[in-house]
Nanobody
Framework: QVQLIESGGGLVQAGGSLRLSCVASARTFSNYVMGWFRQAPGKEREFVASVRWSGRITYYADFVKGRFTISRDNAKNTVYLQMNSLKPEDTAVYYC????????????????WGQGTQVTVSS
């Protein structure tokens, strides 16, 4: 069992930045592909970004390309999501996810999920 604890959410004005962190309890953190998802009120959860085991390969949803950056520190069992140029439509609960396979995250599936952290962007 892997526990994922997100932090870093909050209230920010449009154009501002936030950095989300997710710490994993896994002994073999580097064995997991890590990702971020978000769910806005009344909408389905959607894929935001993922990073593979070494951190060199990343994937992004089109709506965050150029604004968000995902990274990981395997020594700290932590994955990050740097969010810049935030927009009101980025308002959502952001969830961290971990999966042992390469391609499931982009399809919305994961072995483990965090509890989520709220991000609110005011206009």
């Amino acid at each position: 069992q892997v526990q994922l604890i997100e932090s870093g959410g909050g209230l920010v004005q449009a154009g501002g930045s936030l950095r989300l962190s997710c710490v994993a309890s896994a002994r073999t953190f580097s064995n997991y592909v890590m990702g971020w998802f978000r769910q806005a009120p009344g909408k389905e959860r959607e894929f935001v970004a993922s990073v593979r085991w070494s951190g060199r390969i990343t994937y992004y949803a089109d709506f965050v390309k150029g604004r968000f950056t995902i990274s990981r520190d395997n020594a700290k069992n932590t994955v990050y999501l740097q969010m810049n140029s935030l927009k009101p439509e980025d308002t959502a609960v952001y969830y961290c996810a971990a999966d042992s396979t390469a391609n499931r995250l982009s399809g919305g599936s994961a072995d483990y999920w965090g509890q989520g952290t709220q991000v609110t962007v005011s206009s």
